[in-house]
């Protein structure tokens, strides 16, 4: 028995999975800023103008979402967010929640954009620290875009003035304790250290000094304690430059066994990629490239920890990316060979004592997972003849998965996503159908913030996005369950699609056979329900009752194993 997470993409495990995400208000946000603060999301809200951002907040009711604080109110947006960046792969801007404050970055049309503090309260949003005085305030030149980290209760980011330029400073949440850590390229240029991460009691980041190029750096928080790590490739450039001399490449930290491992490029940002994956456990000697011949995956979530063995995706000479793992040395990595023509594409997490990742096999793509065997790896649930089919913003809570499924209906033009909750087991899997995701879950209470699309609104208006709420299902943790595989799709059909006042709902796979059919409304009311007969194996008509007035509906069919369902839109002349 293959052990395998087994997803119904159709299924909704039980009705209340309807109602249990709610529209809060329309709103058009920027995802990435989106924090839990004193209570509250915190957001930036795009006004009237495309990407111009204010400071919004929700306490999960529409009430109580609403303008936080007007921070210039001669200007349309005071906030420094992704959209008002170059987000390329040296370009990840996110505010950060420290102490129960955000900071962020904004202009309030005096200072210049500098930095700023917020309890998600009026009041209390006020600007934390002027690095330049006047009105230019901080340095974007150059991509200089500011990055947060903490560490041993400190708040550590790139940030500059033009004394200095762009360097690593420190924040204990007090005017008085915000300081420059080193001056680590001397004069007015900048270090510009970015991606920092902590490993092993320091803070590790990619930076240049002027002499070395764009190499790793670590630091304890003082000057004397922050140095090279190694100088991998002599010169000017450096491991992580990405060519232009003024940002580095997305190492991909990643912490795993004892080591710290990231991406290197090799050519210096020179010519084609040359990237590999390194490891270094602080020391030069610790510091080396653990495979030569392999193309890395260059995106989000390309890699991950498991019981202390790193595991990544990487192209070799063939088509497509494998499954590898490493113990931290050359001898050490190896690929996980994977049956059907299994590939690896992002994204990547684990949890418990599997890797799920986002798979292609020879049959369908989809959802696959991995015990770091051959045995142990397979696709987890895959859909047939339908390429892509995406995996999207993973998450790990209170031993649970969520993320956002993403594939192309019918060989459609139009992608459709959906929200998954799963701890692994069949009974243990909800797909919540009232909602596409363009965002994180963010924990507020008992519940999860998010930003999306509305399934049922999306025919309507494909522009329309809301702030959701949703109060998730209780699942125990149970990844890891062994369940066998199931390759073929069970769907229901309904036509004719629009309806008037019959429908019939065709199955492929399911056996109708005294299952239940229910009709629910937009907002998961059951309006309607229906005793299919014995006879009816893959077919039955229905008669719509003339009380169901025009509009979207959710047919949903379900039995003591499972529940299928179909979007039915009523039109009456």
Avoid at 31 to 55: C, D, F, P, R, T
Avoid at 407 to 419: A, E, K, Q
């Amino acid at each position: 028995m293959k052990r395998i997470l087994y997803i119904f993409l159709f299924c909704i495990s039980t009705s209340p999975a309807f109602s249990q995400v709610t529209i809060i208000c329309p709103d058009v946000v920027d995802a990435v800023s989106m924090k839990a603060v004193n209570g509250k999301v915190i957001y930036g809200h795009e006004g009237a103008l495309q990407w111009e951002y204010e400071l919004w907040a929700t306490d999960g009711t529409a009430a109580g979402t609403g303008l936080v604080k007007d921070i210039n109110p001669n200007y349309a947006g005071d906030l420094f967010c992704w959209a008002t960046s170059s987000r390329t792969d040296g370009l990840q801007y996110e505010n950060y929640v420290f102490k129960d404050r955000l900071y962020f970055f904004a202009d309030d049309g005096v200072h210049g954009k500098e930095l700023w503090k917020s309890d998600a309260t009026n009041a209390g949003t006020n600007m934390f620290y002027e690095f330049n005085s006047g009105m230019m305030g901080w340095d974007f030149t150059n991509n200089k875009v500011p990055t947060f980290c903490e560490m041993n209760n400190l708040l550590y980011m790139n940030a500059g003035n033009l004394a200095n330029g762009n360097e690593l400073w420190l924040t204990d949440g007090s005017t008085a304790g915000t300081s420059q850590v080193i001056d680590l390229y001397p004069g007015t240029e900048s270090s510009n250290p970015s991606f920092l991460t902590v490993y092993n009691g320091k803070l590790y980041f990619a930076a240049t000094d002027g002499t070395h190029g764009w190499e790793l750096f670590c630091s304890d928080g003082t000057a004397g304690g922050t140095q090279l790590v190694k100088d991998m490739i002599p010169g000017a450039r450096g491991i992580f430059d990405d060519g232009t001399g003024f940002t580095c490449i997305n190492p991909h930290f990643t912490n795993s066994g004892g080591y710290l491992y990231f991406h290197g490029d090799d050519a210096g940002g020179i010519g084609p990629a040359q990237k590999h994956w390194w490891r270094t456990d602080g020391t030069d000697a610790g510091t080396f490239r653990i495979e030569t011949t392999l193309y890395p995956w260059d995106e989000d979530n390309v890699a991950t920890d498991m019981n202390g063995v790193f595991y990544f995706a990487s192209y070799d000479a063939g088509f497509g990316a494998e499954l590898w793992k490493s113990d931290g040395s050359v001898a050490g990595t190896t690929q996980i060979i994977m049956n059907n023509g299994l590939t690896v594409r992002p994204a990547m997490m684990s949890l418990g004592n599997y890797v799920y990742f986002n798979g292609a096999d020879n049959d369908s793509t989809g959802l696959a997972i991995s015990d770091g065997t051959t045995a142990g790896s397979s696709m987890a649930w895959g859909m047939q003849d339908v390429a892509p089919f995406f995996v999207n913003r993973p998450q790990i809570i209170n031993d649970n998965m969520f993320f956002a499924m993403s594939w192309y209906p019918d060989g459609g033009m139009d992608m459709i996503n959906r929200l998954v909750q799963t701890n692994g087991t069949r009974s243990g899997t909800i797909i919540y159908p009232l909602a596409q995701p363009r965002s994180k879950l963010i924990p507020l209470g008992n519940d999860f913030i998010f930003f999306g699309a509305d399934t049922i609104e999306v025919f309507q208006d494909p522009y329309a996005t809301f702030l959701f709420k949703l109060h998730p299902d209780s699942l125990p943790g149970g990844i890891g369950v062994g369940i066998n595989e199931t390759k073929n799709i069970k769907t229901i059909s309904c036509y004719p699609n629009p309806a008037s006042d019959r429908i019939t709902i065709s199955s492929n796979g399911f056996d109708l056979r005294g299952s239940t059919m229910n009709i629910y409304d937009v907002t998961g009311k059951n309006i309607y329900s229906k005793k299919i007969g014995v006879d009816n194996y893959s077919n039955v008509d229905i008669e719509i009752p003339a009380s169901i007035s025009n509009g979207i509906y959710v047919v949903e069919v379900s039995n003591s194993n499972q529940c299928l369902n179909d979007r039915l839109v009523i039109q009456r002349n």
